[in-house]
């Protein structure tokens, strides 16, 4: 079992910046670790769809971001994988959601992949 608990949302005018953060902790014991995990951001306005922002494989490989955040967000991890991260430049209003980090062992590792673990998310405001 995964733990994962979002911080760092608020509220920002258009052309902000945020910086969330995602805590990764195993709450039961597991052979897996966090050496192989694919891991990710995620976000959902009031009355749409959930929609993959960015996912990364925490052993390396292609990160992969969605069109509409491409070139104005990033998403990182720390060296001990107990932490991911979502830098957000440019802010837009159409950004407002609340965000949500997600994880799963394991591939595949991509917008459209099945996750088992989720946090409680957090919320960001753009105000145009």
């Known amino acids: 079992q995964v733990q994962l608990v979002e911080s760092g949302g608020g509220s920002v005018q258009a052309g902000g910046t945020l910086r969330l953060s995602c805590a990764v902790s195993r709450v039961t014991y597991s052979t897996d670790s966090n050496d192989n995990m694919c891991m990710g951001w995620f976000r959902q306005a009031p009355g749409k769809e959930r929609e993959g922002v960015a996912v990364l494989y925490t052993a390396g490989g292609a990160i992969v971001y969605s069109d509409s955040v491409k070139g104005r967000f990033a998403i990182s991890r720390n060296y001990g994988r107990t932490m991911l991260y979502l830098q957000m430049n440019s802010l837009k209003a159409e950004d407002t959601a609340m965000y949500y980090c997600?994880?799963?062992?394991?591939?595949?590792?991509?917008?459209?992949?099945?996750?088992?673990?989720w946090g409680q998310g957090t919320q960001v405001t753009v105000s145009s």
């Open positions: 997600a994880a799963r062992s394991g591939r595949p590792c991509d917008l459209t992949a099945s996750f088992n673990y």
